[in-house]
């Protein structure tokens, strides 16, 4: 309505300006109603250019949700989006007691955002975050340490052929055919700079809810990562209002799904 009105203040101004120059009207008044039109025509185009603007947001936002999502297929050729579902149970262990409190807050952030029970624990866990030492056996898991950490024999021959573990930060999620997370290993090397472990944990506790999959960079803890905990908010009441669509097998159909719905989100929300 108000955009509306805009644009017709800018077409009446004109209109008025014609109308009066006919009748020799004093050039102060032609002026006034000059301006007037000017003024209504600006804001039409300052309308255009938000508008235009809003687009440019969108489309911003939509390439950055759709780059943090991980979809994959079931048994009967579903696509699901992975993501936590199910209460969190966390075992957690720290040698390195300084980073002790920024791990456990980014747990229970995400937890909350993700609208998740959470409890830390040792019985079942299906997510173990710890910082110890030695993780890495070469640049591959230490096998060793996965048992020592309660690893199922099964899990460790998934994990044992993982690479890239030499950089002291190792980062791995099982899923479920129902597309949910069962189990998240996020482990840091105690003797890395303090920096450099809590970037570990953070990024990988953020993984183990499903987000950043797909990067190959660690998250920076004095970045911040408040966005992911918006985003883990909005798939959750995405996961709600798309609950229909569950037997989409198109896994760029579903994806568009899950980020129109986001983006909505993230413009109405400004908290989880």
């Known amino acids: 309505m108000i955009v ?16 009066f120059a006919r009748r020799s009207l004093p050039s102060v008044s032609l002026t006034r109603l000059m301006f007037v039109g000017c003024i209504g025509a600006l804001l039409q185009t300052a309308t255009v250019a938000a508008s235009h603007a809003s687009d440019e947001f969108d489309t911003v936002l939509s390439d950055w949700i759709g780059n943090q999502l991980y979809f994959f297929s079931d048994s009967a050729g579903r696509s699901k989006l992975f993501i936590r579902r199910e209460p969190v149970r966390v075992a957690f262990h720290s040698e390195v007691p300084e980073v002790e409190n920024n791990v456990r807050l980014a747990i229970r952030l995400l937890s909350l955002a993700a609208g998740v029970e959470l409890e830390f624990t040792t019985k079942n866990p299906n997510l173990i975050a710890f910082v110890s030492s030695p993780i890495a056996d070469g640049d591959k898991p230490n096998r060793d340490f996965l048992k020592r950490i309660g690893l199922p024999s099964n899990a460790i021959d998934i994990v044992k052929d993982q690479t890239g573990w030499s950089s002291g930060c190792g980062i791995y999620s099982f899923g479920q055919a129902e597309g949910k997370v069962s189990l998240s ?15 570990c944990m953070t990024d990988g506790v953020i ?10 960079t660690v998250l920076r803890y004095q970045d911040g ?22 037997g989409v097998a198109d896994r760029e159909e579903l994806k568009k799904k899950y980020v129109d719905c986001s983006v909505e989100y993230f413009k109405q929300r400004k908290s989880f």
Request: glycine share 6%; hydrophobic share 45%; proline share 0%.
């Open 4 to 19: 509306r009105n805009r644009h017709e203040l800018g077409i009446a101004g004109w209109a008025y300006t014609k109308l």
């Open 185 to 199: 290993l996020v482990l840091a090397e105690k003797r890395l700079a303090h920096s450099n472990v809590v970037d």
């Open 207 to 216: 993984r183990a809810f499903g987000l950043r999959t797909a990067s190959r």
């Open 225 to 246: 990562y408040y966005q992911y905990l918006l985003l883990a908010a909005a798939l959750r009441s995405c996961d709600v209002s798309l609950g229909k669509h569950d």
